[in-house]
């Protein structure tokens, strides 16, 4: 099938919000919704696409005071999941998602969703994991690289892991994804890429009890609230696979990996 990708946020958005014509960069968002994009769906039929993929709709991050020059990257995208269980305001509703599906089907087609499993929203200190539902304490996510206190003898808190935890995954290609090429991804740490930090995202630890059910259970709910046809998954390559093997079991439908299109024994494996 043919399949057309849309950011939601970007793709039928409202003109001359706040008074101009343009809503450019990453610090801003543009106001494009569901039910835009339910208005544009004669737009994509007629050029012939039989499915429609959207970038992911759960919440993001409220807006939190910005202190950089020129301003501070926001979640318009909707890749820094903080609530699992709600439909960012801003994108619309659950109502607007169920008629989005339903619409497609009407006409034929299909509903791809974008999901996130591998890590939620940029966490920088330890407040904001409260945020996060329903994965809101720290054994919940990977603590790669966490530190031992010679002076004290402790294990570093949460809090001062987070000050570095950001460095955790310096290879953040697609290319090094696994197995890893050595020719592309000198000294890459396999352990690192599975267990590091994306950036400054959490990274989830699907091999805790807690989280491992629960993502499952998630899955399986949208997929049957919603009537997805099929998800695709984001940085799929940093995930165990026995959890994927899981993950695909319980989704009931086609699951489309983010992997490097080139990394085939990935694929094959």
């Known amino acids: 099938k043919s399949v057309y990708m849309l950011m939601v946020d970007r793709f039928a958005k409202p003109w001359a919000v706040g008074g101009r014509s343009d809503c450019g960069g990453d610090t801003r968002w543009c106001h494009g919704s569901l039910q835009g ?20 709709v759960l ?13 501070c990257s926001v979640g318009y995208h909707g890749y ?77 808190t949460f809090g001062e892991y987070l000050k ?17 090429d050595a020719s592309k991804c000198p000294g890459a740490d396999e352990h690192e ?6 950036y400054d995202l959490a990274d989830l630890n699907q ?13 399986a709910h949208m997929v049957q609230s919603y009537g997805i046809d099929a998800l695709r998954l984001d940085t799929t390559p940093y995930m165990d696979k026995a959890f994927l093997a899981e993950l695909q079991q319980v989704a009931g439908v086609e699951v489309i990996g983010e992997v490097m299109t080139s990394n085939i024994p990935f694929h094959a494996s």
Not at 59 to 71: I, N, R, V, Y
Not at 207 to 219: M, N
């Open 59 to 71: 919440e993001q991050p409220a807006s939190e005071p910005c202190h950089k020059p020129g301003g």
């Open 207 to 219: 091999s805790h009890t807690f989280v491992r059910s629960e993502l499952k259970a998630w899955v």
């Open 193 to 198: 890429i599975r267990e590091g930090w994306f």
């Open 164 to 180: 570095h935890s950001g460095q955790a995954l310096r290879y953040t290609s697609l290319g090094c994804s696994l197995p890893l």
């Open 80 to 156: 820094w999941t903080t609530n699992f269980y709600n439909i960012d305001r801003r994108y619309g509703t659950s109502a607007d998602l169920i008629k989005l599906s339903a619409n497609l089907k009407s006409r034929g087609m299909c509903l791809v969703m974008d999901v996130v499993l591998n890590h939620v929203r940029p966490i920088s200190r330890p407040g904001q994991l409260a945020q996060v539902y329903p994965f809101d304490k720290p054994e919940y996510f990977n603590q790669y690289g966490r530190r031992f206190n010679a002076t004290t003898q402790t294990q570093e």
């Open 37 to 56: 994009v339910i208005s544009r769906l004669d737009y994509v039929e007629n050029m012939g696409f039989d499915c429609v993929w959207i970038t992911p």
